[in-house]
């Protein structure tokens, strides 16, 4: 009698599981309820990028450097050769379009006259040079005839002051012969002098 109790028990525990599996495996699983989500830590604050150094380049046009000039003649005359040395460094390279394109516009005598000396001194013997001989303005003619001679260590002729010009380069037969017809029609005396230390030479 107590085996068939025992029986009855695993029959009924077996059945109980049994059950207990079939009921939970047609009900969806669902995890388990998370908790509040927990925040990250702030990140570290980014440090600024330090300031970038300003970083000039020089940019320089026939524009800016007839600026120069402009700008030179109305400071200090004992500093405007030195500027009028430097631009024509600046401008050996431009020299030929200088002399066609900027110093014929160019209202200003003294600055037209400066142009031309800057420019005219890299291209000496060049008839874009000589047409300024028969410039309307007489400091622009006395400019080109100096630009003609410029010769560094030669004796000097002053253009303004403050320029003072080194002549006594030998110029070629060309430009000798229009600086002389320039000089035997020339009617300004500065101009003449200029066109004398021209032609004088070495």
Same mark, same amino acid.
């Given at each position: 009698?107590?085996?068939?109790?025992?029986?009855?028990?695993? +029959?009924?525990?077996?059945?109980?599981?049994?059950?207990?599996?079939?009921?939970?495996?047609? =009900?969806?699983?669902?995890?388990?309820?998370?908790?509040?989500?927990?925040?990250?830590?702030?990140?570290?604050?980014?440090?600024?990028?330090?300031?970038?150094?300003?970083?000039?380049?020089?940019?320089?046009?026939?524009?800016?450097?007839?600026?120069?000039?402009?700008?030179?003649?109305?400071?200090?005359?004992?500093?405007?050769?030195?500027?009028?040395?430097? +631009?024509?460094?600046?401008?050996?390279?431009?020299?030929?379009?200088?002399?066609?394109?900027?110093?014929?516009?160019?209202?200003?005598?003294?600055?037209?006259?400066?142009?031309?000396?800057?420019?005219?001194?890299?291209?000496?013997? *060049?008839?874009?040079?000589?047409?300024?001989?028969?410039?309307?303005?007489?400091?622009? =003619?006395?400019?080109?005839?100096?630009?003609?001679?410029?010769?560094?260590?030669?004796?000097?002729?002053?253009?303004?002051?403050?320029?003072? +010009?080194?002549?006594? =380069?030998?110029?070629?037969?060309?430009?000798?012969?229009?600086?002389? *017809?320039?000089?035997?029609?020339?009617?300004?005396?500065? +101009?003449?002098?200029?066109?004398?230390?021209?032609?004088?030479?070495?």
């Amino acid at each position: 009698m107590k085996g068939l109790v025992w029986l009855c028990l695993l +029959v009924a525990g077996v059945a109980t599981a049994v059950l207990g599996v079939l009921v939970l495996k047609d =009900r969806p699983w669902a995890p388990p309820a998370a908790g509040p989500p927990t925040e990250a830590p702030p990140a570290p604050p980014t440090p600024p990028e330090p300031p970038l150094e300003p970083t000039l380049r020089p940019y320089e046009t026939t524009s800016t450097l007839t600026e120069d000039l402009r700008d030179a003649l109305a400071g200090p005359p004992e500093a405007l050769g030195g500027e009028v040395r430097r +631009v024509s460094d600046r401008l050996k390279a431009k020299a030929r379009s200088v002399l066609v394109n900027a110093a014929p516009g160019e209202a200003s005598p003294r600055v037209r006259a400066l142009l031309v000396l800057a420019a005219g001194r890299h291209v000496p013997d *060049e008839a874009i040079l000589l047409a300024f001989l028969d410039d309307r303005e007489a400091l622009v =003619r006395r400019a080109a005839a100096l630009a003609t001679a410029h010769e560094d260590g030669g004796g000097t002729f002053a253009l303004l002051p403050g320029v003072d +010009v080194p002549t006594g =380069r030998a110029v070629a037969p060309a430009t000798r012969r229009a600086l002389e *017809e320039r000089l035997a029609r020339e009617e300004d005396e500065g +101009v003449r002098g200029a066109l004398a230390a021209a032609l004088r030479g070495p």
